[in-house]
């Protein structure tokens, strides 16, 4: 009779062992997913900035600085590595690209082309996919962080090789003080 | 702090909505068995004749509704997309039509889910609805008026707001509602006709020997439910859906951080006091306000009404917000 209790118990406690196990491994793949969501949209930013630059370029060539800059942040965040080196080139780059958008407001003209409309919805639309997506890595991020940390899932943790996540943060006091990068351009196209 | 208020009304949300959903199963259960069980008591003591102990009302009842919940479930997101003439969105033509694509497209990576297909109404009341079996084979669509009444991050937090409809699986939960809530007035017009025609054939069985009491009282209230049934099972389905859309605000604000630009849209579209006329009455609980044409507020309005006080909802989501919006 003691012997089956005893091996009830081991039953119990091996069912629940493959249980807290595929959990962890499932959150880990749902963080691993999330941080690829991001990879997609900042690749897609990347993607958009040398058109912006092109339709600008013309109209605001004497902002030479300015447009260098977001070039120069650009080429920096395609070359980041890991989370923190990423989120740091990405946040210099929005903050390029916020203060290209704030001169663009200067010439009345250009946002008068169709065209440069168009782009402005797409890189305003790109810069919140990039924030919501962010924002999910680091919903999912503390998801898996506080599981295999909790009791009785962290005796686990070892065996399914677990290891806290990094939460992208944002480094930078000034964008943190402003999250959004696209101020005025919440209003509907005007084109 | 916020964030833990957020969590909190989710939890209390979906707890509520378990246990509707459970008294609504019960309640369609009673119906199908209650009646069984009555004549079983009453027929379980005799020595000659009929003894009912086959649940016969039951399993026709049962099969009954699970064929018109079926059906409702199979073909019901592509007929409500169908009566409100819904145009599907593949190609945007208009600036207005971009932004609700990226908007959609912002949603679905927010909630982490597939981008759902979009749909455009051409009406120019504003109002939104979400349907679709699961989050993978969902529908949004939107009024024109929708689009031009609302700025960018309205727009966004009413599609978040119908995100969360298609994550909470509030889309699969209202359409099964709404083929419930059929299945029961169908079955309790068909009893009602039944009992006219029956009643007169049983009536001279009766004072043979007496009943058991308990047979009798559990047939009494049978009958008493069978009348009311259409009555409560649309107002218990109106419940459910009406703390759906507390959820789905909470989770909503949960998605864009910005419970305020909700708070803000559902004033708008309350402000709009002309009916959604393409709307067919059917669908009315699936859409972000109730598409009628007047709401009555308080008292009986209330329990009739799909939707909670535009004006409670609007306090609950300020609650949750720190700061205005800047």
Redesign the interface.
Same mark, same amino acid.
């Given at each position: 009779m003691g012997m089956l209790i005893v091996l009830g118990i081991l039953v119990v406690a091996v069912f629940w062992a493959i249980g807290a196990y595929n959990g962890l491994i499932a959150l880990k793949n749902?963080v691993l997913n %999330?941080w690829k $969501?991001i990879d997609v !949209?900042l690749k897609r930013r990347h993607d958009l900035i040398p058109n912006l630059i092109e339709t600008v370029k013309g109209a605001m060539s004497f902002e030479r600085e300015t447009l260098e800059a977001v070039i120069s942040a650009r080429n920096k965040a395609i070359g980041a590595q890991g989370v923190a080196a990423t989120a740091k080139a990405e946040g210099e780059l929005s903050q390029a690209l916020g203060r290209l958008f704030a001169l663009s407001e200067n010439y009345p003209d250009l946002k008068a082309t169709g065209n440069v %409309? $168009?782009l402005q *919805? *797409?890189l305003?639309?790109t810069e919140? =996919?990039i924030a919501?997506?962010r !924002? @999910?890595y680091n919903d999912?991020a503390t998801l898996y962080n506080t599981k295999q940390l909790q009791f009785p899932t962290n005796l686990i943790a070892g065996i399914a090789n677990a290891s806290p996540a990094e939460l992208w943060a944002i480094e930078d006091a000034a964008e943190r003080a402003v999250p =959004?990068v696209d @101020?005025g351009f919440? =209003? +509907? +196209?005007t %084109? | 702090m916020t964030e833990s208020n957020l969590f909190e009304q989710q939890a209390a949300n979906r707890r509520r909505s378990t246990w509707l959903t459970v008294g609504f199963v019960a309640f369609t259960g009673w119906i199908g068995f209650g009646g069984d069980w009555g004549l079983y008591l009453l027929t379980r003591d005799a020595v000659e004749g009929y003894r009912h102990v086959v649940p016969g009302i039951g399993a026709v009842f049962t099969a009954i509704a699970g064929a018109v919940a079926w059906h409702a479930w199979a073909r019901g997101p592509e007929q409500v997309l169908k009566s409100a003439a819904a145009l599907e969105l593949l190609e945007a033509a208009s600036p207005d039509q971009m932004r609700l694509n990226n908007v959609v497209e912002e949603m679905a990576i927010a909630s982490g889910l597939p981008k759902p297909r979009v749909w455009i109404i051409p009406d120019s009341d504003p109002n939104a609805f979400s349907t679709g079996q699961d989050p993978s084979r969902a529908h949004v669509a939107v009024t024109d008026g929708l689009l031009r009444a609302l700025d960018r991050d309205e727009l966004q937090a009413v599609i978040a707001h119908e995100m969360a409809h298609i994550r909470n699986y509030d889309i699969r939960l209202l359409t099964l509602l709404a083929g419930m809530v059929g299945a029961i007035v169908l079955l309790s017009d068909l009893c009602r006709n039944f009992l006219r025609f029956g009643g007169r054939v049983g009536g001279r069985r009766s004072g043979k020997r007496d009943a058991n009491p308990v047979a009798i009282v559990v047939l009494t209230v049978w009958l008493i439910t069978l009348l009311v049934a259409p009555i409560v099972s649309r107002m218990m389905a109106m419940a459910v859906s009406r703390k759906r859309e507390f959820l789905a605000d909470a989770t909503g604000a949960q998605l864009t951080r910005n419970p305020e630009a909700l708070a803000r849209a559902l004033e708008k579209l309350d402000g709009a006091s002309a009916a959604t006329r393409s709307i067919t009455k059917g669908t009315a609980h699936m859409c972000i306000v109730d598409p009628a044409e007047r709401r009555l507020h308080g008292g009986l309005g209330d329990r009739f009404a799909s939707h909670p006080p535009i004006g409670e909802r609007v306090r609950r989501l300020r609650a949750m917000a720190f700061a205005p919006a800047a």
């Open positions: 749902r %999330a $969501q !949209q %409309a $168009q *919805e *797409e305003t639309s919140n =996919k919501f997506a !924002q @999910l999912e =959004k @101020l919440n =209003k +509907p +196209p %084109a | -």
